[in-house]
């Protein structure tokens, strides 16, 4: 009975020990491996998508906080004295005379806002603007403001180190200038910004302010192209009509009415409309373009721009960036006929609505600021971002 209960024991033992061992095959390891890598994709995935919208989010803050600083700026610079006396009219100027006086106050103002906020290396480098005087046969310009004397010593002593300071991204640079000079309560405006937000990408010696891409943002003092505009016709509306019946043919109120080829606008903020948003640089009304029978031309007030090219790094607008740059980087002078008697011809420096004869591929006229390319749709922009409630 024993050996018989031993047998058994010995059999069983003996058919347990060769029982094949369940494992995993080929195929099911590949699965596994599949569906680990989808998971891991989905993480990447996932972690890139919130690292992207993060970057977005402090990107607007950080233009936010730039357009919060620069505002402040630029209504100090509207309502400062002129450091500039002009020669007396006498004790019975006539209207001419007045006019073209007016006219020299707003060439001041605006060559105030160009030195003091400047967006290129000619503003910076350039020489003050010399008016002359016809009545007295006198040349006079306005003091340098210190900030300027201050933008300039910081290029002479980069030019000093062997540099040279390139267009390629100078709004950013000029950008750097401006709030390295102001203070934000008890800090440097520059305090706010992370220190990877503070570059030299081109090697120029000329610091930047970069958005949190990683890319130099672009600064137009002045960017009307960036408002709405008129197209080819150079009308608002249907040319030489007057659509909205209000008594002025081809004015901005007509934007977008009748047969037209009208340009549409990427700001937020910025009107076209002089009667709603008159030129605060020329508070006397005396840009000749006010009395030349083109409404469509009237100056209206402008706002700074703040710009990020966004994700795709491309700005995709006249005047930020390298592609598409501009050579020769500056604001072009204009000279308009005076009717008010003389002189007969008077010059606007650096004229903030200035027409550049380059055209896009549509042949649309160029002015800073303009839409060029599809590029611009992921910008992120001062002129587009809503105030926190």
């Not at 707003?106 to 000619?122: A, H, K, Q, S, V």
């Not at 948003?277 to 409404?295: I, K, M, S």
Request: proline share 8%; hydrophobic share 35%.
């Amino acid at each position: 009975m024993n050996r018989e209960l031993q047998a058994s024991n010995f059999s069983t033992l003996k058919s347990h020990r060769y029982l094949p061992q369940r494992g995993f095959t080929l195929i099911e390891l590949l699965v596994s491996i599949s569906i680990v890598a989808m998971l891991s994709s989905i993480l990447v995935v996932g972690h890139t998508t919130l690292r992207r919208q993060a970057d977005v989010r402090r990107c607007e803050h950080q233009v936010r906080k730039i357009d919060e600083l620069l505002l402040t700026r630029f209504n100090e610079l509207i309502n400062k004295p002129l450091p500039i006396q002009f020669p007396s009219m006498g004790p019975d100027p006539s209207p001419g005379q007045v006019a073209f006086r007016k006219t020299q106050i707003m060439i001041c103002r605006r060559e105030l806002m160009r030195m003091e906020l400047p967006d290129r290396i000619t503003d910076v480098t350039d020489v003050n603007y010399i008016f002359n005087d016809p009545t007295t046969n006198t040349q006079y310009s306005m003091m340098t403001p210190s900030s300027t004397n201050a933008f300039r010593r910081k290029a002479l002593l980069n030019a000093s180190r062997g540099n040279t300071w390139t267009e390629d991204h100078q709004g950013a640079e000029c950008l750097y200038l401006i709030l390295s000079i102001m203070q934000d309560q008890e800090a440097n405006a520059l305090d706010f910004l992370f220190p990877s937000e503070i570059g030299d990408t081109d090697g120029d010696g000329m610091l930047e302010v970069l958005d949190p891409f990683g890319n130099p943002l672009g600064f137009l003092r002045w960017a009307p192209g960036f408002s709405a505009r008129p197209g080819l016709d150079f009308a608002w509306g249907a040319p030489n009509v007057d659509d909205n019946n209000d008594g002025i043919v081809d004015n901005a109120l007509e934007f977008g009415m009748g047969n037209n080829d009208d340009y549409r606008g990427f700001s937020g903020i910025q009107g076209v409309d002089p009667a709603d948003e008159p030129d605060w640089t020329d508070v006397g009304g005396a840009d000749l373009r006010h009395y030349d029978n083109l409404p469509s031309n009237d100056p209206f007030h402008l706002y700074p721009l703040i710009c990020s090219a966004g994700p795709d790094n491309e700005f995709g607008m006249y005047g930020l960036g390298i592609n598409p740059g501009t050579p020769g980087f500056s604001y072009r002078s204009t000279t308009m006929a005076n009717p008010n008697g003389p002189p007969a011809t008077i010059p606007y420096p650096y004229d903030p609505y200035h027409f550049h004869a380059d055209t896009n591929a549509d042949g649309y006229q160029q002015q800073y600021g303009a839409f060029i390319h599809k590029g611009i749709l992921d910008n992120i922009s001062n002129h587009d971002i809503e105030e926190a409630p």
